[in-house]
């Protein structure tokens, strides 16, 4: 099993800059595929992004390709998400999950088995 904990979210306008972690324990960190998602007001959770277990591979919805980048520190048992040029709609809780199955379908949640708790996000226009 592992346990996930996000930090860094807060309130920012729109235009600026944030960045994300979730810190990993209790169990062999790169054994994992982690993911970020996020669920906004009213709307299901979707998926933002994902990445492999050595940080080679990395996969994006297309609603924050080119302004979001997710990155992974084995060796800090942490992963990282930096959002730039944030918008409105960005806002939401955004969560960590981690899978041990493999990146097949990685914007599925349902292939997650661990989740954080979820940081808040909010961009103001």
């Known amino acids: 099993q592992v346990q996930l904990v996000e930090s860094g979210g807060g309130l920012v306008q729109a235009g600026d800059s944030l960045g994300l972690s979730c810190a990993a324990s209790?169990?062999?960190?790169?054994?994992?595929?982690m993911a970020w998602f996020r669920r906004a007001p009213g709307k299901e959770r979707e998926f933002v992004a994902a990445?492999?277990?050595?940080?080679?591979?990395?996969q994006y919805a297309d609603s924050i390709k080119g302004r979001f980048t997710i990155s992974r520190d084995n060796a800090k048992n942490t992963i990282y998400l930096q959002m730039n040029s944030l918008k409105p709609e960005d806002t939401a809780v955004y969560y960590c999950?981690?899978?041990?199955?493999?990146?097949?379908?990685?914007?599925?949640?349902?292939?997650?088995?661990?989740w954080g708790q979820g940081t808040q996000v909010t961009v103001s226009s």
């Open positions: 999950a981690a899978r041990d199955n493999g990146m097949y379908h990685a914007h599925d949640l349902s292939g997650y088995a661990y």
């Open positions: 209790g169990s062999t960190f790169s054994r994992y595929y």
């Open positions: 990445v492999n277990r050595y940080g080679g591979s990395t």
